[in-house]
């Protein structure tokens, strides 16, 4: 019913408009249309800069609106991540001086050159001063954001501190799986073929790689506060991406073809609650790159703790290894051989 | 082969006006057939390709209304929609499924059959023969099954949307492996083989086009028409023309390999991918970037195919309007050239964050910013053409006012989205809907309300009424702002696209009023279209009848014509051109239009 309704509705205001349109033309025809266009005129060209005060009143109260919603209030959770903002801001400044100027001036001229009978328009087909002029100045201003940027970028793309720790990430439909290497220090080798999900081998670590029997797999990454983590970033079926806004990064997983990205962890977590004031706080990993129909439920949580709380935190994982095969986990050595004993004698019986 | 040759050749329809000044009026043998389906004749097809691209924005338009209800009130149920989409809104709820589907079939429509189609089909094709001063295209027949490809892919996509598993849901940009394989998504099953057809006769449709462009302004131009004495809107779409037609083929390339990989068990985009439910995939040794860099070796050209044609007509829209010459022209010219070749060599800027090499990261950030340089000199010529002019603000010229305040909003963000350090945090946020929405979207549909504001006149002999004119302007440009502005702040959260529901998520769940807003305006403007689109219709038949032949006060050859041209355009000789297409106000004169001899006296410029 308020659905018929809401349409009669509309359907109203439409027929109205469309009167008052109508009326307006027949009387534009009464009144010569030269009289009529010179009124439009007028009242477009109030309209015109009536738009540019209220649209930057418009831009300014947006701010005032939602500038704390964004993460610029608080200090990027990464010390990569800084940089990011430094250069955003330089950004803004740039990008929104033009803005406000060239804004200014497109409305300002509509506004102030509208048609009048009596204007002679200045015949001004070229100048080459200026052409020079407006390309060579944007161009330098571009220079300048060009080398901050790729100064950043090498630096986010290079090489992470020799002591930086190294975690897996691997995307799948819809949840991601972290490994950690276990005290080697390096991770077993993998392959897509091994994955058997029922026998707790959902990134197909190849078992006979020794390195691989202290690998620690888990659901949630643990990253320790002032230490660089490197990532690598795979994916198990279709495209991921890991969405780190609060480091300010983010990288591709894609199937087969690994990917890094490294950052230094900031505050931790308990530190960011009070930043934010939000005692919900949580370092999310959200996906971003369209992933299936799940895709916005495609979450991961990081947690940032001190160094101590890490340790005690990664001793009580236990490797992958000896999940995928508890007879040969020590502390359940004696449960496995009762039920072996068990079995074997359900077997003689038999 | 001149013009005259052409005619003889392919259409002889046009062969009575060509003979001679007496008898135009004479009515040569034509059927409701070969007028209104089948025609040859470039303004009947630029119309063509117009009121299709309106179906399709409607239809478009009216998906983002849907999806928008989602963002907007995720906890809220519409029976109706039950109605609508039967089992894609159970309960009155747009599933996941459907809000993908929509989000999709959206963005693909959009871009390629509104913005691409619509736009550069529908002026490309009524201005260019006009414009340049030939009787039709150089190859009518060529012209006319461009636009019946394109109607065979409308009819497929369209079909598409009634498949039992729905249509493709994988993002307009298709990325494999979501989109090579159904065990990944139901959308990725027949209906994304419906979407690559579609796609694949879209791309030929738009080839054949684009071919039949390029030809025409190179071969076809009328006596003293010299390439820089075009009006600008022609070089636009020359470029525009070129660009489609050597980034189209690449794209359809990609699209091969993605058909072998769904179908033919080959791996050029498929490796070590193991789905649930299914195990192991038999394909190793691929690479799922490959489609990435073949889509955008496009999809970059894409845009600027999009935006091109807006500029050209907005050039022109505000030197008429202003009376008074664009301001550097030879720059404009070269800044659409130098568009074209930089659009070649910046895709991989979509694809900062796929683990692309940095090194070669570096160079496309240094050849993106270094588009913001043409788009600059745009931009200043554009603000000087308007400077000490005698403004007449007729609905076009205030959609072309619109576009250029479009265009420097949406174009500054671009500075920021160039920029690989920066991207590495905005990549695939709300802030990249924010900006291409502005800069390519809704700017590019200023562009085109522009156009046919102008040229209405031109294509049906009556005017669009005024006063509907100027409300759809500024509802149309307030609600845009509104729109897409906030989501700046909502990218700068860190918001991810494509999201069904945020409310599960600590970090973007403070939003919810504000996308309830976005989608309540969004409804508004979506509403003011319609109306748009009765003025349109309306004034086909009852609008206000043009009684003079250049009723702008126009320099360039297509107000030279009848009121209402028949095919063939000129009822007698095509017109010599004497010169460029800009002299308004010079020595006193509010204009002088190309076809007037230069003068003695007249003043050096």
Known sequence: ????????????????????????????????????????????????????????????????????????????????????????????????????????????????????????????????????????VPAVVLTVLVIFGLRNWFLFTGEPPKDAMVVEVTGKQFNWIFRYPGKDGSFGKKYFRNIDDANSNSLGILWDDKLSHDDV???????????????????????????????????????????????????????????????????????????????????????????????VWMAKQKPQYLVAFPDKDPSNAKAAADTAKAAAKTVAKL | MSNEAVLHAHSGVATHEVHGDHHHEHHHHETFITKYVFSQDHKMIAKQFLITGMVWAVIGGLMSVLFRLQLGYPESTFPWLEDLLGKWAKGGRITPEAYYALVTTHGTVLVFFVLTAGLSGTFANFLIPLQVGARDMASPFLNMLSYWFFFLASVVMLSSIFVETGPFSGGWTAYPPLSALGAASPGSKTGMDLWIISMALFVVSSLLGGLNYIATILNMRTKGMSMTRMPLTIWALFFTAVLGVLSFPVLFSGFILLIFDRN????????????????????????????????????????????????????????????????????????????????????????????????????????????????????????????????RFTPGMMFAI??????????????????????????????????????????SMFGMFAGIYHWFPKMYGRYLNNTLGYVHFWVTMIG???????????????????????????????????????????????????????????????????????????????????????????PGEIPEVHRWAYDYGKDGKEFIPQTTPVGADESHH
């Open chain 1, 1 to 136: 019913m308020t659905m018929f309704l809401t349409i009669a509705v509309i359907a109203l205001i439409f027929l109205v408009i469309f009167q008052i349109a109508k009326a307006s033309e027949y009387v534009s025809v009464l009144k010569g249309e030269d009289v009529s266009r010179r009124q439009n005129n007028k009242i477009n060209g109030f309209l015109m800069v009536t738009f540019l005060i209220g649209g930057l009143i418009g831009v300014w109260y947006c701010n005032k609106l939602y500038y704390g919603k964004t993460l610029l209030p608080y200090d990027s959770a990464s010390v990569e991540g800084a940089r990011v903002d430094s250069m955003l801001w330089i950004t803004l400044a740039v990008t929104g001086i033009v803005f406000v100027i060239t804004q200014a001036i497109l409305f300002g001229f509509a506004y102030k050159y509208q048609e009048q009978e009596n204007r002679k328009v200045f015949y001004f087909p070229h100048n080459n001063k200026l052409e020079v002029l407006w390309t060579a």
């Open chain 1, 217 to 311: 797999v888990t659901d949630k990454m643990v990253l320790v506060k002032g230490r660089p983590v490197k990532l690598i970033i795979g994916s198990r079926d279709v495209i991921h991406d890991v969405g780190l806004s609060h480091f300010r990064m983010k990288m591709d997983a894609v199937p087969g073809i690994p990917t890094t990205l490294w950052f230094t962890p900031k505050y931790t977590t308990k530190e960011m609650k009070e930043i934010t004031h939000n005692p919900d706080f949580v370092y999310e990993i959200s996906c971003d790159q369209m992933c299936g129909n799940s895709h916005y439920s495609m979450k991961g949580i990081i947690e940032v703790v001190d160094q101590e709380e890490y340790d």
């Open chain 2, 264 to 391: 033919f068990g080959t791996s050029f985009y498929l490796s070590d991918i193991f789905i649930a439910g299914q195990g192991a995939l038999p394909n190793e040794g691929g690479s799922a970037i490959l489609y990435q860099h073949l889509f955008w070796f496009l999809g970059h050209p894409e845009v600027y195919i999009i935006l091109l044609p807006a500029m050209g007509m907005v050039s022109e829209i505000l030197s008429v309007n202003s009376r008074k010459p664009i301001f550097g022209y030879m720059a404009m010219v070269g800044s659409l050239f130098a568009i074209a070749i930089l659009a070649f060599l910046v895709w991989a800027h979509h694809m900062f964050v796929t683990g692309l090499n940095p090194f070669l990261g570096s160079i496309f950030v240094l050849l993106t910013l270094l588009i913001a340089v043409p788009s600059a000199i745009k931009v200043f010529n554009w603000l000087t053409t308007l400077w000490r002019g005698n403004i």
């Open chain 2, 402 to 443: 619109g576009f250029v305040s479009l265009f420097i909003s949406g174009g500054l963000t671009g500075i920021w989205l160039g920029n690989s350090a920066l991207d590495i945090h905005l990549h695939d946020t709300y802030f990249v809907i924010a900006h291409f929405h502005i800069v390519m979207g809704v700017a």
């Open chain 2, 480 to 570: 845009a702002y509104l729109i897409f502005w906030p989501m700046h702040y909502e990218g700068l959260a860190g918001m991810p696209r494509r999201y069904y529901d945020y409310s599960s998520w600590e970090s973007f769940k403070q939003f919810i009023e504000l996308n309830r807003f976005i989608s309540t305006v969004a409804m508004i403007v979506f509403a003011v279209q319609l109306l748009f689109l009765f003025n349109f219709f309306y004034s086909i038949f009852k609008g206000r009848k043009v009684k003079t032949q250049n009723p702008w006060g126009s320099n360039t050859l297509e107000w030279t014509t009848p009121i209402r041209p028949g095919h063939g355009n000129w």
